[in-house]
């Protein structure tokens, strides 16, 4: 067999990864072709390379950069506020500020479904498209803004808006169509982290730039550039996420084996196996779309209602969190901003976290602890004299884990053929959250002069959040208990892009979650 070998050359990532095999009659690999070089397994160091084995968390960081600068735009308001607020030659009134906030989530209403069912058709391709949107709506925010033209700064929000929703929902389908099973909350928790470190220092950094140069007008154009890198990070990672497809995409459906060694590209290949096998076998099975979204489980609109009220009992309140540190506790704006920016400190754990959970389960229990250090974090700003920093760093413990626990459990509950539509649906129910939140926000500051009455309102969703946290409890019970287990047996949930009959534990969860019983549970016992 040696001697047939022929010399070939270096071989890159277009080399083949297996040699070709030329079926016989009987598909049994009967007549071997003289072979060509396998794909090697690139060094370590070369993490960039495909074929590197850390070259999957390397792309991981790049999915979370993803959406960056969107992020840091949106929270770099809360630390501009007051200057905008005092601006003499352009003054603008609490609700006009929190009409500003509010554009930004209004199309978030109903685009991001439209962007997620685009990543279930196109995949890499629609996202690009909105990361260069939301660079051209922050532009168009900073000139009204520079022009003084409060319509257009509005307009611009809107744009920048429409863009937004429909990346982070981009990167969620990055990140929960390659990680999945056993790493997916420790790759949620890598996307929270990376977000919460650019909310982080939006709000550390904003400030002191506007009062450097002597303007708010010019850190909004900071956070063009920021939008820029991130749309760069993008392009980027479209460019490795079709290397990889196009390296497996012919072993796949040939169901060539593929080098032991590369175990990434295995990881991904055997999934990518098994789905077109499930394909071939059952063509005519229904698979859950955006057309009949009335199939998702109750377990699932639960986890969306809880997300949207975790998400606004925390985020209406970073968005004007220096202003209300400002004139709490007589801080200056540069002080309050740093201050502010603390509840974002334990987020950057949210990796580790979810590597524990995805090992050991209890999503649910660190779901009801998060709840209860809310209404403390509130209850602590509200009604006593603490130092504020205690509860910053409470609601960072919340912020630390349960976005990961909650964004992980989705994909738990839906098909990978409709993980686009299901993170729509995420990410428009936070958007009416946010914009009605926001304006609430704004208008109670106008009508009652202080803040006490936007505190009471979030300690009373927060109160809420409890409640829905407890009932998720219930649901859990229903469904025997996927979110409370580890990662390897709560994705067994998602049952229609797997094959179940080579997966014991896909077909016991499709039949419990209808409150039927396997009929081969039997056979399987007794052999």
């Known amino acids: 067999m040696t001697a047939k070998l022929k010399a070939s050359a270096e071989p890159s990532e277009l080399t083949p990864l297996v040699y070709d095999a030329c079926l016989s009659e009987h598909g049994d690999g009967g007549g071997l072709t003289p072979p060509r070089s396998p794909l090697r397994r690139a060094p370590a160091w070369q993490f960039w390379r495909s074929t590197s084995p850390p070259h999957r968390f390397y792309l991981l960081i790049l999915m979370s950069c993803i959406p960056f600068g969107g992020h840091f735009v949106k929270n770099g308001m809360s630390s501009l506020e007051q200057l905008m607020l005092d601006d003499a030659e352009f003054p603008i009134t609490n609700t006009m500020y929190g009409a500003l906030l509010s554009a930004v989530t209004v199309p978030n209403m109903f685009i991001p479904l439209l962007g997620g069912r685009l990543m279930d058709k196109s995949g890499h391709r629609s996202i690009r498209f ?9 532009a168009i925010f900073a000139i ?3 022009l003084k033209l409060y319509w257009l700064a509005l307009f611009g929000r809107v744009f920048f808006g429409v863009g937004e929703g429909s990346v982070v929902v981009g990167a969620r389908v990055f990140i929960a169509s390659w990680f999945r099973n056993k790493e997916l909350t420790f790759a949620m928790g890598v996307s929270v982290a990376i977000t919460n470190v650019s909310k982080m220092l939006a709000k550390a950094t904003v400030a002191p730039i506007a009062l450097y140069f002597g303007g708010y007008v010019q850190a909004l154009w900071y956070g063009v550039a920021v939008c820029v890198v991130s749309a760069l990070v ?6 490795y996420t079709l290397n ?28 990518k196996r098994r789905k077109h096998r499930w394909r071939k076998s059952n063509t005519q099975a229904k698979q859950i779309s955006c057309d009949n979204v009335q199939k998702f489980s109750r377990m699932f609109w639960v986890i969306v209602l809880l997300h949207v009220n975790f998400i606004n009992v925390f985020h209406l309140f970073q968005n004007v969190s220096a202003s209300y540190l400002f004139q709490r506790y007589d801080y200056s704006i540069v002080k309050a901003g740093v201050v502010s920016s603390v509840s974002h400190l334990f987020v950057v754990f949210a990796p580790f976290i979810g590597l524990a959970i995805d090992h050991f389960g209890g999503r649910i229990l660190l779901i009801i602890l998060s709840a209860i250090l809310s209404v403390l974090a509130y209850t602590f700003m509200i009604f006593t004299e603490i130092n504020p920093i205690v509860s910053m760093l409470l609601i960072s413990i919340c912020l630390s884990f349960t976005p990961t626990v909650l964004m992980a459990a989705i994909p738990n509950s839906v098909s990978r053929k409709s993980f686009g539509t299901a993170f729509g649906i995420v990410e428009i129910t936070d958007a009416i959250g946010a914009t009605f939140g926001n304006l609430m926000v704004g208008y109670l500051r106008d009508e009652t002069g202080s803040y006490r009455a936007v505190m009471m309102m979030l300690l009373g969703m927060a109160v809420l959040v409890l409640f829905l946290a407890l009932f ?23 049952v229609d892009d797997e094959d179940p009959m080579d997966n014991p534990a896909v077909l016991e969860a499709r039949y419990s979650a209808n409150g039927e019983t396997d009929p081969l549970s039997f056979d399987r016992a007794t052999a």
Do not use: T
């Open 130 to 138: 909105f990361l260069v949107w939301i660079c051209v709506g922050q």
């Open 144 to 146: 009204g803004m520079e």
């Open 234 to 239: 993008g392009i980027l990672v479209c460019h």
């Open 244 to 271: 990889l497809k196009r390296i497996v995409k012919n072993r796949v459906v040939s169901e060539e084996a593929l080098d032991p060694s590369l175990h990434w590209l295995k990881d991904y290949a055997d999934k």
């Open 472 to 494: 998720l409890i219930f649901e859990d019970s229903r469904h025997g208990w996927v979110l409370s287990a580890p990662s390897g047996r709560s994705r067994a949930l998602s």
